[in-house]
């Protein structure tokens, strides 16, 4: 067996492993956003960004290989991951009291974990639509991060290719893919995987809003950093929760 | 008194910020050169945006959206949007259970909220004395002079906090109540934790109630006469005339106890009450249409229920409505305080009752909701849904498109309904108390008494988008006024004539 070190601590690794892979199969979290056990690597959030011997990599897209000495919850990268967070945050708009994915989203888990206090940017306030045109699912482009796990959960597993990023540079955006750029008019459906990938609360079941109590949504019952590997992974996990089953291996 | 004849020349004196009140808001005053007032004036100066932002959300979260109107009575808000959506989607009945966790965390909130008021607010004033020394004059004075009495208000709003923990998830801006029901039961732990304290709860509510009325006993011509305004009265009743806080029909009577609008429903509230505005402050002033807006301004809260009601539905609280009210009808605005006393004791009371009752740990908890293509889904999404909160009547009005997106809300919060009576009353202690006698600080806290006898809350009630008219003075070395220009809050600009720096412009909602 190969291994490489994570803080100090020996990885087993398969070959085709990426960091990222490896490390959460034996248990260790590496924070990130954008990357899903059963997607394909994207490399956008680069909040799994790691040192690997002595060299910045995103963990989600480098090959492990043997005598890497992997640097990852440090003081240094910690911060980074913050200042990443922070952008995020600013960027999009994202007002945690009001959003029926408190307590189950990923940035608001990441960012607790992070140590981030406050928004250290000035607010963009960016003036987005919102899609509520399908019957059973609407999405919310005030909170969406750019992590594409939707574009590649319709592309990979749901065969459907409903979403896409569009624009450039401070212009790029979520789009769906229909006629009238709506949600109701694209191949999409409420038991799509895509449905339930998303990280934050972008896109979300219809008529069901806050459904789970406080102190029993999924970052409630543990810390991100300390959510069990196994029992997130939605390759390997039987739907029993109530919010459509595709949550996110973090 | 509420404009000046002629501006030109008076003395202003502004109290800003009134302190002990929820919220933001100043009173200005302008006297005379023998100290009388010729103008006095409550403003509220807070700006909030609630019933233009929520418009484009998705219904579902707005019980948990608009609660943040406000951090003293969030659950009134939660739940009088839940009421409202649950209308509006068709759902005539949330099951039993939603239904009773709903009302123990109003009832929950109503207490505490009274506790709040009555001990870390206006105690000081009552136990004091209104122009007593300024520096003990709060909860921390209280608490030196009379500790048992700081220390038993402590721990009533504390298990009030803990109701509304218990049942909606959190102590301030919790998520409990949901469209169609709730999202937790109490666990049998939870509930008997609760239970086992309701007796003291209960004694030290019924001590609260005479507290009052020896205070009251005390120095009976202060408390008749204080910031005294005959008005009419307005609040929900049970459909059989009891008291009832939850949910019921609304009534009306006027000052002499003759019935306006008895058994009236919620959902007609707009044939029923109109709003005008005035452009020196952001507080509507609804008025009754059937009156008019000179004579239909009403009062609301803890005053007008106690005697709007028939009876109160809980033994103790009756006994000390019949006691409050042998004398007849009550009209002294420091009589809130008394009123408000009561219905904490009612709150607990009915809190007790609930807490022996099995639904609260199991059972059904939402009903289902009507989806696009069901026969249950109404064609018009509709709803208003109408709560007793702790400072008066609240009224909630939504619109649902079919995309499930909020399409249209009214808010009327409580303490809206009693801005011309607040402004009345501080008019009133303006003229009885000020009278030519030099200006003091205990002076101008009279004022701020009579403003927190109705327990305001001034975030709550400024929820509406506008344009705030706007002053401005040029005013020279020698404090004379050289220049004004005025915005009016239809966004137009105009100069004043500098001997009128008071620009008053007045108009009716349409």
């Known amino acids: 067996m190969n291994y490489f070190t994570l803080d100090g601590l020996e990885v087993p690794f398969e070959e085709g492993d990426t960091l990222m892979s490896a490390a959460r199969r034996e248990g260790h979290y590496v924070p990130h956003l954008c990357w899903h056990p059963r997607l394909?690597?994207?490399?956008?959030?680069?909040?799994?960004?790691?040192?690997?011997?002595?060299?910045?990599?995103?963990?989600?897209?480098?090959?492990?290989?043997?005598?890497?000495?992997?640097?990852?919850?440090?003081?240094?990268?910690?911060?980074?991951?913050?200042?990443?967070l922070q952008m995020l945050f600013v960027e999009g708009n994202h007002f945690c009291p009001g959003c029926e994915k408190s307590g189950d989203c990923l940035l608001q888990a990441t960012a607790y974990e992070m140590g981030m206090t406050g928004p250290r940017f000035e607010e963009f306030y960016p003036d987005r639509p919102l899609d509520a045109s399908h019957p059973d699912t609407w999405i919310d482009f005030d909170r969406c991060i750019l992590c594409k796990l939707c574009v590649r959960a319709s592309t990979e597993i749901d065969h459907k290719n409903v979403f896409a990023i569009g624009g450039h540079g401070i212009d790029t955006h979520l789009v769906v893919d229909s006629p009238s750029g709506k949600l109701v008019d694209s191949r999409f459906s409420a038991d799509d995987?895509?449905?339930?990938?998303?990280?934050?609360?972008?896109?979300?079941?219809?008529?069901?809003?806050?459904?789970?109590?406080?102190?029993e949504r999924r970052f409630d019952r543990a810390p991100v950093a300390e959510e069990s590997w196994l029992e997130n992974d939605a390759s390997t996990r039987e739907s029993t929760d109530d919010t459509g089953g595709h949550d996110e291996g973090a | 008194m509420e404009t000046a004849a002629n501006p030109n020349g008076l003395r202003r004196v502004a109290i800003d910020p009134v302190s002990r009140v929820e919220g933001h808001g100043k009173v200005t005053l302008l006297l005379d050169e023998h100290n009388r007032v010729q103008q006095a004036r409550l403003h509220i100066v807070e700006f909030r945006g609630f019933e233009a932002f929520i418009i484009g959300r998705p219904y579902w979260e707005i019980p948990v959206m608009v609660q943040r109107l406000c951090g003293i009575c969030p659950v009134s808000h939660h739940l009088a949007a839940s009421?409202?959506?649950?209308?509006?989607?068709?759902?005539?009945?949330?099951?039993?259970?939603?239904?009773?966790?709903?009302?123990?965390?109003?009832?929950?909130?109503?207490?505490?909220?009274?506790?709040?008021?009555?001990?870390?607010l206006c105690s000081p004033d009552l136990l004091f004395g209104f122009d007593s020394e300024v520096a003990r004059r709060n909860i921390m004075g209280v608490a030196q002079a009379y500790p048992d009495i700081a220390r038993q208000g402590v721990l009533l709003r504390k298990f009030g906090q803990e109701v509304i923990r218990l049942t909606a998830g959190k102590r301030i801006h919790g998520t409990g109540s949901i469209p169609g029901g709730m999202n937790r039961h109490l666990t049998p732990a939870e509930r008997d934790e609760l239970a086992t304290q309701v007796p003291q709860m209960l004694d030290w509510c019924s001590a609260a109630v005479e507290l009052v009325a020896s205070l009251e006993a005390q120095n009976k011509s202060l408390y008749e006469n204080f910031g005294r305004l005959n008005t009419s009265w307005m609040s929900i009743v049970g459909t059989d005339g009891a008291m009832e806080l939850y949910d019921g029909v609304l009534r009306a009577r006027t000052a002499e106890g003759e019935t306006l609008l008895d058994g009236a429903d919620a959902q007609d509230y707009h044939d029923l009450i109109e709003e005008r505005t005035q452009s020196w402050t952001y507080l509507k002033f609804?008025?009754?249409?059937?009156?008019?807006?000179?004579?239909?301004?009403?009062?609301?809260?803890?005053?007008?229920?106690?005697?709007?009601?028939?009876?109160?539905?809980?033994?103790r609280a009756e006994l000390e409505r019949q006691r409050f009210l042998a004398h007849g009808p009550v009209h002294a605005t420091l009589s809130y305080h008394r009123a408000r006393m009561i219905e904490m004791l009612h709150a607990m009371e009915v809190i007790g009752e609930l807490l022996g009752d099995d639904a609260l740990i199991g059972g059904e908890l939402t009903a289902p909701i009507p989806g696009p293509g069901s026969p249950d889904r109404p064609a018009r999404r509709r709803g208003v849904g109408i709560i007793e909160a702790p400072r008066g009547t609240l009224i909630h009005d939504y619109a649902i498109d079919d995309d499930d997106l909020i399409s249209e809300c009214n808010l009327i919060v409580s303490t809206t309904h009693n801005n011309q009576a607040m402004n009345d009353s501080v008019r009133a202690v303006a003229r009885d108390a000020f009278d030519g006698r030099e200006v003091s600080e205990g002076l101008l806290n009279q004022i701020?008494?009579?403003i927190r006898a109705y327990d305001p809350c001034l975030s709550c009630a400024t929820h509406a988008l506008g344009s705030m008219p706007m002053e401005v003075n040029l005013v020279d070395a020698g404090g004379v006024l050289q220049d004004s220009v005025v915005r009016h809050g239809d966004g137009s600009f105009e100069r004043m004539p500098s001997a009128n720096p008071v620009g008053v412009a007045e108009r009716v909602n349409p």
């Open chain 1, 193 to 215: 995987f895509a449905a339930g990938v998303c990280p934050v609360g972008a896109i979300l079941p219809k008529r069901r809003g806050f459904v789970i109590p406080i102190h």
């Open chain 2, 286 to 315: 609804p008025y009754l249409r059937s009156l008019g807006p000179e004579a239909g301004s009403y009062r609301v809260g803890p005053l007008a229920r106690v005697q709007n009601c028939d009876v109160i539905p809980s033994q």
């Open chain 1, 40 to 84: 394909g690597q994207s490399g956008a959030c680069r909040v799994c960004t790691v040192k690997v011997n002595g060299r910045l990599a995103a963990a989600c897209t480098t090959r492990a290989s043997a005598d890497q000495m992997v640097e990852n919850r440090t003081t240094e990268l910690d911060a980074k991951r913050r200042l990443l």
């Open chain 2, 83 to 120: 009421k409202a959506i649950d209308i509006a989607l068709g759902i005539d009945q949330v099951p039993r259970t939603a239904e009773l966790m709903r009302r123990l965390m109003h009832y929950g909130q109503i207490m505490q909220s009274h506790a709040l008021h009555f001990f870390h």
């Open chain 2, 448 to 450: 701020e008494v009579a």
